[in-house]
């Protein structure tokens, strides 16, 4: 499968714990989203990757949320002292850099968040 | 979080009609996306659109990039039942690597 991936795809946990989600991006695509996604909305822009480096934070980003991409491929989002607002979808997209007819991103399936 | 106008919200359709939808910003975009996402599933990308006046088509899809570059529409003609689902349009801000996504339209076809 030469799609992104996601783990895990659902994640039930309860207020106050942290989680983690993992991102494998498409081979050789550099760059790097992670949104979010409530029930009836369009994903919001969380954060952008290009290779290692974190160019892009959204202010929906708060302290309890935290991104890394250590290598350049995978990437994780970690969420910190969960409360039941955090319980979306969170999705990871990625792209290639080169040619610009591939400007465009191609999202994995998400992982869904339930905070209880 | 900033999210783009998109009309109509939902849409309930006889099969072989055709359908229409746009999306509309304040802000000028370089590059619109449209997506359909079904329940479940991360969006797939169906249309990009790269300059102003584009008009691109990917089967039974047309959508256009706004001579404005606030906005974009996409049309799906004769439309069946697999085409059932929530489409999204998707725009980069100009000068950032951010993509800010429509509220969606859902559809729903009636066979």
């Known amino acids: 499968d030469t799609g992104v991936s996601q783990d895990p795809r659902h994640k039930i946990t309860k207020r106050g714990q942290n989680v983690t989600f993992r991102c494998d991006p498409i081979?050789?695509?550099?760059?790097l989203y992670w949104y979010r996604q409530t029930l009836g909305q369009g994903p919001e822009f969380l954060t952008y990757?290009?290779?290692?480096?974190?160019?892009?934070k959204s202010r929906l980003l708060s302290d309890r949320f935290s991104a890394e991409r250590p290598k350049g491929s995978f990437s994780t989002l970690e969420i910190q002292r969960t409360e039941q607002g955090d319980s979306a979808m969170y999705l990871c997209?990625?792209?290639?850099?080169?040619?610009?007819?591939?400007?465009?991103?191609?999202f994995g399936p998400g992982t869904r968040l339930t905070v209880l | 979080g900033q999210q783009l106008n998109q009309s109509p919200q939902s849409m309930f359709i006889q099969e072989g009609e055709d359908v229409s939808m746009n999306c509309t910003s304040s802000?000028?975009?370089?590059?619109w996306l449209w997506y359909k996402q079904e329940p479940g599933e991360g969006p797939v990308l169906l249309i990009a659109?790269?300059?102003?006046?584009e008009l691109t088509s990917n089967g039974r899809l047309t959508a256009q990039f706004g001579i404005t570059r606030k906005d974009s529409f996409l049309n799906i003609s004769a439309s069946i039942p697999s085409d059932v689902g929530i489409y999204f349009c998707?725009?980069?801000?100009?000068?950032?690597?951010?993509?800010?996504f429509g509220t969606g339209t859902r559809l729903k076809v009636l066979a």
């Open positions: 997209a990625s792209r290639p850099e080169w040619a610009r007819v591939s400007d465009t991103q191609y």
């Open positions: 081979s050789e695509h550099n760059r």
């Open positions: 990757f290009q290779n290692e480096a974190q160019l892009e």
């Open positions: 802000s000028i975009f370089n590059t």
């Open positions: 659109l790269y300059k102003a006046g």
């Open positions: 998707a725009g980069q801000l100009t000068g950032t690597y951010k993509y800010i």
